[in-house]
């Protein structure tokens, strides 16, 4: 069974930093594309950022570029979202999904495996 576990999110003032983990049961793990996600109250979900198989490409929204950083480790099966300078429109549940597609996708349709999703909540 395909569980993608999410960890990490809480409360921060706007500035900070927190880190995302997701815990991935896929087999062979390095065999998907890995991303992460949000969606605020009353918005649709949005792509945050992707990362390839072997974690050589990455890939950002504009709106985190610069701010966040994806990776993954392959031997231990997860993918983590380093999220500094955050601001208050990063609040959010985030959601760490994988993708079986060829390339790195952006959309939500291209993606096989969803988690449950950790709240990100920004202060002012």
């Known amino acids: 069974q395909v569980q993608l576990v999410e960890s990490g999110g809480g409360l921060v003032q706007a500035g900070g930093s927190l880190r995302l983990s997701c815990a991935a049961s896929?087999?062979?793990?390095?065999?998907?594309?890995m991303g992460w996600f949000r969606q605020a109250p009353g918005k649709e979900r949005e792509f945050v950022a992707a990362i390839s198989r072997s974690g050589g490409s990455t890939y950002y929204a504009d709106s985190v570029k610069g701010r966040f950083t994806i990776s993954r480790n392959n031997v231990k099966n997860t993918v983590n979202l380093q999220m500094n300078s955050l601001k208050p429109e990063d609040t959010a549940v985030y959601y760490c999904a994988a993708s079986a597609a060829v390339r790195i996708r952006t959309d939500t349709v291209a993606y096989d495996y969803w988690g449950q999703g950790t709240q990100v909540t920004v202060s002012p």
């Open positions: 896929i087999h062979p793990f390095s065999t998907y594309n």
